[in-house]
């Protein structure tokens, strides 16, 4: 019995000069959720479609449960796909969409109605079989999409972008929805997206991709809360940030010393920032002597659960912090002066470059 543990090592493609992946190294245990995440360009779909057989790298090796693939052509992999476009058949009803990798595999007829219905009920759809593809709404067809890709009970689950054309409640909702099935099969499964949040809600961990490289490799809360570098900082979150200054091992912001409760990572010669998100930061209460920002209030925009307050810092900085109302606090207005303040465990220094 195979499990699907994927093991990629100094992957390497280029398109002409350009470094599409450039040394892709990556480890991904059986039954995990993996998401590739990062912005539009950074490999993401080139590394996808390195493991499902499309590209052929240029270098590297790529091992499924220890088999190498790199040779193996696309239809031997035993792959299940997901795309952002359906790529379903349109002039097929659902039933037969999702028959279709049972026909290729010569599946006799009763078998085929078994799969076909319990993929069609894990994804809800088994009460429209009959429905031709042109007759459903998106976020069904997509459901179509994933009963195909599951039908033959793949190790290995690839899926590019797959909610990205639904709408916001939807997406969200079938975000849940593809956690929990996965859960309920444990096939590995990778995911690309460029959706922060997507990738945060779903993953058992996440690949951070940048111009072909892996920043960081790690579970959800770590490359949230303690970003290796400015990059991965900036990628998550609604994050600014502040030039801190080197002093031997320390940090100064304004000239005082930044008092931080885990290391900080900016490596030598490199540029210090202190990360700011507005809900790190603490502006009511007995003010902390350390870590202090000062600045004046520029605005205060109503947005239904909440309020986000902008805050103009000496400097020409600016950071926002988001009042809920559940502080009992009264809402500050335009031009008043605040003193803000972030606990040393809730204190990331991060290097990387100006901009
Ligand atoms: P992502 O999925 O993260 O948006 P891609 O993997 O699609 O990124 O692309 C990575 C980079 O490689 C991009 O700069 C893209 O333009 C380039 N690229 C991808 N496929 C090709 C191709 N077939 N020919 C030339 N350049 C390509
Ligand atoms: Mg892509």
């Keep these: 019995m195979t499990l699907g543990a994927v093991s990629l090592r100094q992957i390497h493609k280029a398109y002409g000069s350009y470094k599409a992946l450039d040394g892709i190294s990556l480890d991904i245990a059986a039954g995990e959720f993996l998401t590739l995440l990062g912005p ?18 240029d270098g590297g090796s790529l091992l499924v449960d220890n088999a190498e693939f790199i040779t193996k052509p696309p239809h031997k ?34 078998t085929t109605k078994l799969k076909v219905t319990k993929a ?3 994804v809800h759809m088994a009460h429209l079989a009959g429905r031709r593809i042109n ?26 972008e797959p909610l990205s054309a639904l709408d916001k409640n939807l997406r969200e909702h079938m975000q849940i929805e593809l956690k929990r099935l996965h859960r309920s099969l444990g096939m590995t499964t990778v995911y690309v997206t460029h959706d922060q949040q997507e990738a945060l809600t779903m993953s058992d961990r996440i690949a951070v991709l940048d111009r072909g490289r892996i920043m960081q490799l790690d579970t959800p809360r770590n490359i949230y809360d303690a970003p290796n570098c400015k990059f991965v900082a900036g990628f998550m979150g609604d994050t600014r940030f502040l030039s801190v200054v080197r002093s031997g091992s320390d940090f100064a912001l304004n000239g005082k010393r930044v008092r931080l409760s885990n290391p900080a990572k900016p490596k030598a010669g490199e540029d210090a920032w202190l990360m ?13 002597q350390d870590n202090c920002i000062e600045g004046r209030v520029v605005d205060v925009i109503y947005q239904g659960d909440s309020h986000m307050i902008s805050i103009a810092l000496p400097e020409n900085d600016e950071i926002s912090i988001r009042h809920t109302g559940a502080e009992g606090v009264a809402l500050p207005a335009s031009g008043d002066s605040l003193k803000l303040w972030m606990t040393p465990q809730s204190s990331v220094i991060v290097g990387g470059p100006r901009q």
């Design 40 to 57: 539009s360009g950074s490999g993401k779909t080139t590394l996808l479609n390195v493991i499902a057989g499309f590209e052929r790298p």
């Design 77 to 110: 992999r035993n792959l299940g796909m997901v795309f952002q476009s359906y790529a379903l058949f349109p002039h097929m009803d659902v039933f037969a969409n999702v028959a279709y990798p049972l026909k290729l595999r010569k599946v006799d007829a009763a």
């Design 276 to 288: 700011v998100r507005p809900e790190r930061l603490r502006w009511h209460g007995a003010p902390e």
């Design 120 to 122: 069609l009920e894990t």
């Design 135 to 160: 007759e459903l709404s998106g976020g069904q067809r997509q459901r179509v999409a994933l009963a195909r890709a599951i039908v033959f009970e793949p190790k290995l689950l690839l899926m590019d």
